[in-house]
């Protein structure tokens, strides 16, 4: 038994984020009985990715904080004040939590013609796929999974994600979810493919996909590299989070709210948030591959956090500007959604691609 | 039948598209940081009304000579004079029907009514907008939550929020309007029936009459006459005249 606990602690040990601002407090850690290897726990790499960050706290706040940023940014961008009353000197800033109490305590209507079982599993079931990709994604160089093939895992489970959505139409069976539902297909289709083409033009410039060892392959990031691929993959982001000039599924004028019509209470808080959620990987899949990742001048005192807050920076940066589109663009039609996606982009992604060969090719010469 | 004609948007080639779109996108930038909004966040900043603004009426009934001009002019009906235990005839508002329009203090020879800045009034009905006279009289009780107040200015060809820290007054003192003293006249008393309606009217017990050899003789006291102007609306021989005191 306390070999196991030691081997296991050992292997803990090995892999730990090391900051050296905290070291002097970690000394004095192994006088306290059970805090030294909680706090070893914590600081092991694979558990502090899941924990802290990119995955549950950081995650956690941009679900909390940037709905309320998106709001009040647009707001004021259109001479609005956005929300504003609760804690008015604050600037609303926990609208988005009270607005979560509300709709834990809120009754979730199940009407007469859903189909109940997948009508009610899948808010929850999508929400939870759509927090896999984490997993793969690495903050600096703290990362939960490490495998070469990290991106083309990102952007699988990142095309499962219009499933679930089509899903949660599909389970609500009435009109307005029905036609939401279409169109989120159509617009499926209408991004994927130069999304992913955009993807793997920066595969085959950096000649790999491992998040780590294209970071540090981008001593001149990827969007100064590619910038036709980045500008492809960031309306694909667009598109594929619903920001305004796409924001074709659920748009709120004629569908009401496209998809999901239908949910209320903690299921609709859920989905509410499903679409911050999938912004918030793409933004951080944007950052690997042409922003650098967590790379950028080293924060002397933070060790390993350099990295991550470098990384949270330039996501938050991404996100900002994805949500800054909602201020100034109107909506698309369908039409014009799908002949966008299908012509200019798809030909701008496959000359994304041309470029990247290109570059390779300079490289080999 | 006319042909049907097409309507075309503009058509811009691409450098123009990336100016416009780059151009609409440095505007949202720049009004994120800094915006130009409108918005008076009311129970804490009020808006700086002008000193004329027409707002709740308040009244002093040491200035008023019940000549019942306000209730007589007020367009909506709302005034209306109720008698007061001093015999005196005061004006009451009803809020419900009021316009807001003033003419009754335009009106007030003797400047017994007075405007303010107030425009927040809250009732729980449509009875209690009935405001008695007591209720006039009285400055009427408000919560000030309000730090700051707000004035638009024009700069450049926009609009501008200019805040200020400090509470706006509500209450304007506005000099008394200048006085020409009136006196009642009968100009043709020949005509007069005898009817003393102008004595029931007045509220001074400025005119008298007496009986002389058989002969009605009315008297108007210029000493207790207000000049309110009563006997004459009422006189229906129409022989009583408002005219300008001679001072002697």
Redesign the interface.
């Known amino acids: 038994m306390m070999e196991m606990i030691d081997t296991l602690m050992e292997t803990v040990m090995s892999n730990q984020v090391s900051i050296p601002l905290i070291e002097p407090m970690l000394d004095v850690l192994p006088e306290i009985p059970m805090l030294q290897y909680m706090v070893a726990f914590m600081l092991w790499k694979p558990l502090f990715a899941i924990l802290i960050c990119p995955g549950l706290t950081v995650g956690g706040l941009t679900l909390l904080f940037f709905p309320w940023i998106e709001r009040k940014?647009?707001g004021?961008?259109?001479?609005?004040?956005g929300p504003?009353e609760i804690v008015?000197w604050l600037g609303g800033v926990i609208q988005l939590l009270a607005d979560t109490l509300r709709f834990l305590f809120q009754e979730v209507i199940v009407h007469k013609d859903a189909h109940r079982p997948y009508f009610l599993q899948f808010p929850f079931l999508s929400f939870t796929i759509f927090l896999l990709p984490l997993l793969f994604i690495p903050a600096g160089t703290i990362v939960a999974i490490q495998t070469p093939y990290a991106i083309q895992i990102i952007l699988a489970l990142v095309c499962l994600f219009p499933l679930f959505i089509l899903g949660l139409g599909w389970a609500s069976n009435s009109r307005f979810a029905y036609i939401g539902t279409v169109r989120e297909a159509f617009m499926y289709f209408a991004y994927e493919i130069p999304f992913i083409i955009a993807a793997i033009a920066m595969i085959i410039l950096y000649g790999t996909s491992d998040p780590l060892l294209m970071a540090s392959r981008q001593s001149i990031p990827g969007i100064i590299l590619n910038p036709v691929a980045a500008l492809v993959f960031f309306i694909g982001a667009a598109m594929a989070t619903g920001r305004m000039p796409f924001e074709i599924a659920d748009s709120d004028q004629e569908l009401c709210a496209g998809p999901h019509v239908e949910y209320s209470g903690i299921a609709f808080g859920l989905i509410y948030v499903l679409c911050y959620e999938k912004a918030y990987i793409l933004s951080a899949l944007m950052t690997i591959l042409f922003l650098g990742g967590g790379s950028g001048p080293v924060i002397a005192g933070l060790g390993d956090l350099s990295g991550v807050l470098w990384f949270v920076v330039k996501t938050y940066l991404v996100l900002t500007t994805l949500f800054?589109l909602r201020?100034?663009?109107p909506r698309y039609r369908l039409d014009q959604g799908l002949k966008l996606g299908w012509s200019p982009m798809l030909c701008l992604a496959l000359i994304g691609l041309a470029i990247s060969l290109v570059v390779v090719a300079v490289r080999v010469i | 039948m006319k042909s049907m004609k097409k309507v075309v948007g503009p058509e811009y080639n691409l450098s123009e598209k990336i100016k416009t779109n780059v151009y609409?996108?440095g505007?949202?930038?720049q009004?994120?940081?800094y915006?130009?909004?409108?918005?008076v966040?009311y129970p804490?900043e009020r808006k700086k009304m002008p000193d004329n603004y027409r707002g709740f009426i308040l009244f002093d009934p040491d200035k008023c000579i019940s000549c019942f001009n306000c209730s007589f002019v007020c367009p909506a009906n709302a005034i209306r004079m109720k008698e007061a235990p001093n015999k005196r005839y005061y004006p009451t508002v009803d809020y419900g029907r009021c316009i807001f329009c003033h003419f009754c203090i335009d009106s007030c020879s003797g400047g017994a009514l007075k405007a303010t800045k107030i425009h927040d009034v809250a009732y729980k009905d449509m009875d209690e907008m009935f405001t008695p006279t007591e209720e006039m009289i009285e400055l009427p009780e408000i919560i000030r939550e309000d730090k700051k107040y707000v004035e638009y200015e024009i700069e450049e060809d926009d609009l501008h929020l200019k805040r200020t820290k400090g509470e706006d007054y509500l209450f304007v003192e506005v000099p008394p309007p200048i006085q020409i003293p009136m006196v009642s006249q009968c100009i043709d008393r020949a005509n007069c029936i005898g009817c003393r309606v102008c004595e029931e009217m007045c509220e001074s017990g400025a005119i008298s009459s007496s009986v002389e050899n058989g002969m009605l003789r009315m008297k108007i006291d210029t000493d207790k006459c207000t000049g309110c102007g009563l006997c004459v609306k009422e006189c229906s021989m129409q022989i009583l005249m408002l005219k300008k005191l001679e001072r002697k």
Do not use: K
Request: glycine share 0%.
């Open positions: 940014l647009c004021r961008a259109q001479w609005r004040v504003h008015w800054m201020a100034v663009y | 609409a996108v505007v949202a930038m009004e994120s940081v915006p130009h909004t409108m918005t966040f804490r």
